[in-house]
């Protein structure tokens, strides 16, 4: 090619004489006039060169994605406990665990392995280290044309993370280093390592550090062993090919290669890597946390757009309540679920919150969470009935009381147990859990007042749909949740002061000025009564207030508690409400309850001592009007009625099989009237006089029957039935 400074013909350069004798009065010219042009053809392959490199460069800086923070990164969702301990966490959109994670969640002695293994220099170059490409230039040129080696430095490796592309050619290396000297200039070298760490592949699904730690070691990895660091380190290199879930020897290679070199440079021990050599490599993922599962879904439902989900659970405890509600629940029935609230009296703080035995659990329908589903609460609901008798002034906890067959209009409610126990103490007839005198005060109260006292409680309870309260709410006949009788019983056990529980989802508003749920004489007397209930056989008496309850039907089974530090709720039946034949709070939730005190630690606290203004005197030193409850308006209440026989009824036609010789006996169920009973059948008696408000009868065949009872003071009732 000619220039525009070389007119002449384009022919092969004459030999030129460049010793002393050849030289004439031309030579230096010529020479002078050739390395011009020499020098400026140089310049201008050089400027072109450079123009064109320039040019590739910016055009390669043009599309980079932006350079992200790491908090720009999309990562799993992790949910914590009160400490930051992860709970639960959940993969990305595109299926990763990728969890946040940064430098000082991260061992540093696995950060100085990883820097002193994959980029010693990694402190002083500004992206791409020279040295380092120059080698791997080499190696590509002496392999023919065939990568050897990448020289890539740490940065540059996370400028290929960023990009997700392969970096295996030329152009991709070139590419690469400009993203790199990019990600130097507006990242500090701390950023980068964050980013490196969040991001490094350690194969299928998982990446980042903290995900690798928790899939291969089971733990976080604020603490590493030399083995478990090394590692880590080797995974990114290859993550599929050395997998230890699938390829645990390949794994354990990369591994050793590791601390070989890391000896050979002196940045470990030898004797140090020869130890860590002798450590197993784990040979399978393990699960991921799956804490407190239901609460975290509704977390990540209330903050979508959050990273980390602080929550007020306790982990340590909540595992040990998962284990303990999953353990009692084989011990039952495949088909009962158990759920556990356990909250701090003071704060509101709900420390575990066990929707049911388990989230997989198909039989018992683990999927629902039994802390808010609405259930019928059984006698749970008798303390606060009585503390509002004691806050009324109606009675203290020795006043006695009469548990005799009372009617209210239409409503005869009876014991769970059918006796009678004529004369008692409030005291013993909460203990023993007795209907008829909770109905009794309730009825002296009002239930509207008891209702408004649960709202109070921050508790919602459910009548049916344009109904006013009525004296059944008492005896379960109201829908509650778990987590309202947790919040009533907190209140009972804080001096009778609302507690609002809450669990970090979402922010609670704080009220000024509350309205009581009691007053505190009245909370501390409901305390003290229900320390004196006779605990279960795992449980010894007086260590916390508890109440049980059992739901109509045996559909659900209760048991609430507190001590002077925390509350703790058992629920125990089947999500679907079907029957379960023979649970109780008792037999059921009882054990479960107080095995949650037990693992309570160094949270147990005592029970509070009784406030200034409590009597404490027993039922002849009370004043008078307190000696006996006297219900104010007791014309209302129809005591000491005459028996009735409440089946079956007078006229009706009842169906025992007499016809088709199936036959059953006939069961007569008594109401009212003074016990011992004897039961009559056409004037002759049958079975024989009992306490019981029930008894069998066994017809010779079909026909009309007169069926009569006669009580202890000697009146009767009479009904006429057909039977067939």
């Not at 010693?120 to 080696?149: K, P, T, Y």
């Not at 030399?226 to 090919?241: G, H, I, N, R």
Request: hydrophobic share 45%; charged share 20%; proline share 8%.
């Amino acid at each position: 090619m000619r220039t525009e400074l070389d007119k002449g013909p384009l022919t092969r350069p004459k030999t030129v004489d460049l010793s002393p004798k050849g030289r004439g009065e031309e030579g230096p010219a010529l020479w002078a006039r050739r390395l011009t042009l020499a020098g400026f053809a140089l310049f201008v392959l050089t400027t072109a060169g450079a123009i064109q490199l320039n040019s590739t460069l910016v055009g390669i800086a043009a599309t980079l994605p932006p350079t992200p923070n790491v908090t720009m990164l999309p990562v799993s969702v992790a949910v914590t406990d009160r400490d930051g301990l992860l709970l639960r966490p959940f993969t990305t959109e595109d299926g990763r665990w990728r969890l946040p994670v940064d430098r000082a969640g991260v061992d540093p002695r696995f950060i100085e392995m990883l820097i002193a293994y994959e980029d010693r220099n990694f402190a002083e170059h500004d992206g791409i280290a020279w040295s380092s490409m120059l080698r791997a230039a080499g190696q590509f040129v002496a392999a023919g044309g065939h990568v050897v080696s990448g020289g890539s430095t740490l940065t540059m490796q996370v400028a290929r993370l960023i990009e997700g592309q392969p970096t295996r050619n030329v152009w991709g290396k070139l590419r690469q280093m400009v993203h790199a000297t990019r990600l130097e200039r507006y990242l500090g070298k701390d950023e980068i390592i964050d980013l490196y760490l969040t991001l490094a592949p350690y194969g299928g699904n998982i990446e980042g550090v903290r995900a690798a730690s928790l899939a291969y070691f089971g733990k976080e990895p604020a603490r590493l062993t030399t083995a478990e660091a090394a590692l880590l380190v080797a995974l990114p290199q290859s993550p599929e090919a050395r997998r230890p879930d699938r390829d645990p020897l390949a794994a354990q290679r990369s591994r050793d290669m590791v601390l070989d070199r890391l000896v050979a440079m002196g940045a470990l021990p030898a004797e140090e890597a020869i130890a860590a050599k002798r450590e197993p490599v784990p040979v399978a993922r393990r699960d991921f946390p799956m804490l407190a599962a239901h609460m975290a879904e509704q977390a990540v439902k209330a903050q979508p757009d959050a990273r980390t989900v602080a929550l007020t659970i306790d982990k340590r405890l909540q595992d040990a309540l998962e284990r303990l509600a999953a353990g009692r629940a084989r011990i039952l029935d495949p088909k009962v679920s158990v759920a556990i609230v356990a909250a701090d009296i003071g704060s509101g703080d709900i420390l575990a919150s066990i929707g049911s035995a388990g989230l997989f659990a198909t039989q018992s329908a683990g999927f629902v969470d039994m802390t808010t589903a609405v259930r019928s609460p059984g006698s749970t609901l008798k303390p606060l009935i009585y503390g509002l008798a004691f806050e009324l002034g109606l009675a203290h906890p020795e006043s006695l009381i009469e548990d005799r067959p009372t009617a209210f209009g239409a409503y005869v409610p009876v014991n769970f147990d059918g006796f009678n126990r004529g004369t008692v103490t409030i005291h013993d007839a909460l203990t023993e859990s007795l209907n008829i005198p909770a109905v009794v005060v309730l009825d002296a109260i009002g239930p509207a007042r008891l209702v408004s006292r649960l709202r109070r409680a921050h508790a919602d309870p459910r009548l049916p749909v344009d109904t006013a309260p009525s004296l059944a709410v008492g005896l379960g006949g109201v829908g509650i949740t778990l987590r309202d009788l947790v919040s009533v019983y907190a209140a009972i056990g804080n001096g009778g002061v609302p507690v609002s529980l809450h669990d970090g989802i979402q922010v609670q508003e704080k009220r000024q000025h509350a309205a009581p749920v009691l007053d505190p004489v009245a909370a501390w007397y409901v305390a003290d009564i229900l320390a004196d209930v006779p605990p279960p056989l795992n449980g010894s008496p007086g260590r916390i207030a508890y109440k049980t309850g059992t739901s109509y039907g045996y559909r659900d089974g209760w048991a609430i508690g507190f001590d002077g530090k925390t509350v703790i709720g058992v629920w125990v039946g089947r999500p679907d409400g079907a029957p379960v034949p023979g649970l109780s709070g008792i037999v059921g939730a009882a054990p479960i309850l107080f095995e949650a005190f037990d693992r309570l630690g160094n949270r147990k606290a005592p029970l509070p001592r009784a406030p200034a203004g409590a009597i404490l005197a027993s039922n002849t030193e009370l004043p008078t009007p307190l000696r006996r409850f006297r219900h104010p308006d007791e014309d209302v209440v129809a005591r000491d009625a005459a028996p009735e026989i409440a089946f079956p009824g007078d006229g009706v036609d009842v169906d025992l099989g007499l016809v088709s010789g199936d036959i059953s006996p006939l069961m007569v169920k008594v109401r009212n009237g003074v016990p011992p009973f004897t039961y009559f059948a056409n004037g002759a008696p049958f079975g024989r006089p009992d306490f019981a408000r029930q008894n069998l009868w066994e017809p010779d065949g079909p026909g009309y029957v007169t069926l009569s009872v006669v009580d202890a003071a000697g009146r009767g009732d009479s009904v006429t039935v057909f039977l067939n």
